[in-house]
T-cell receptor, first 116, second 120 residues
Framework: ETGVTQSPTHLIKTRGQQVTLRCSSQ?????VSWYQQALGQGPQFIFQ???????GRGNFPPRFSGLQFPNYSSELNVNALELDDSALYLC???????????????FGPGTRLTVL | AQKITQTQPGMFVQEKEAVTLDCTYD???????LFWYKQPSSGEMIFLIY??????QNATEGRYSLNFQKARKSANLVISASQLGDSAMYFC?????????????????FGQGTILTVHP
């Protein structure tokens, strides 16, 4: 099985800019979730995509948006970047297309975003 | 109220000894799942072990076991025979709700984490 991959690994942006982060889900998984992890904190759920639609969202403003593609990969877009958006962004894939166990939730290596 | 509470900001253990990392949770949903993840300094979240709310037995995965006490709403992680490579941040997380057929709700609620340091 191919694991969850994310790109880029690191990114530096300035306040007000827009950013797109990418995630390829683990083979056989059809659901992608995104998390934001600030330094020293646990990850916070941003949203989940299933069948190319957002079907769950955490407490994040609309400037955080996403997409899921037919191959189950996903993008996280953040507009009008703020200093507090500096964090590690983690993507997780789950939900076997074959209808297997529901307890799988595998994470990618993350993208570290710095907003200056 | 915190849904997942990890009361130990840091723990120290001697190599080859066992260590227990505490986790308590709060939910009114009868169907939920509890996860433990390891996060080394590299940042990747590594899945360790899972316990479902209806599972009759405590989960075990190699050196990891989960001490699940449903009435007390606790799900402590036990690492036996600690190794130097076990030094990392450990997170307890919960997923609430029943999964519909064919879907998997990806919302995990995480605790604040416990930093484990294994001494030689």
């Amino acid at each position: 099985e191919t694991g969850v991959t994310q790109s880029p690994t690191h990114l530096i942006k300035t306040r007000g800019q827009q950013v797109t982060l990418r995630c390829s889900s683990q083979s056989g998984h059809n659901t992608v979730s995104w998390y934001q992890q600030a330094l020293g904190q646990g990850p916070q759920f941003i949203f989940q995509y299933y069948r190319e639609e957002e079907n769950g969202r955490g407490n994040f403003p609309p400037r955080f948006s996403g997409l899921q593609f037919p191959n189950y990969s996903s993008e996280l877009n953040v507009n009008a970047l703020e200093l507090d958006d500096s964090a590690l962004y983690l993507c997780a894939s789950s939900g076997r297309t074959s209808g297997g166990p529901y307890n799988e939730q595998f994470f990618g290596p993350g993208t570290r975003l710095t907003v200056l | 109220a915190q849904k997942i509470t990890q009361t130990q900001p840091g723990m120290f253990v001697q190599e080859k000894e066992a260590v227990t990392l505490d986790c308590t949770y709060d939910t009114s949903d009868p169907s939920y799942g509890l996860f433990w993840y390891k996060q080394p300094s590299s940042g990747e979240m590594i899945f360790l072990i899972y316990q479902g709310s209806y599972d009759q037995q405590n989960a075990t995965e190699g050196r990891y076991s989960l001490n699940f006490q449903k009435a007390r709403k606790s799900a402590n992680l036990v690492i036996s025979a600690s190794q130097l490579g076990d030094s990392a941040m450990y997170f307890c997380a919960m997923r609430e709700g029943t999964m519909a057929g064919g879907t998997s709700y990806g919302k995990l609620t995480f605790g604040q984490g416990t930093i484990l340091t294994v001494h030689p």
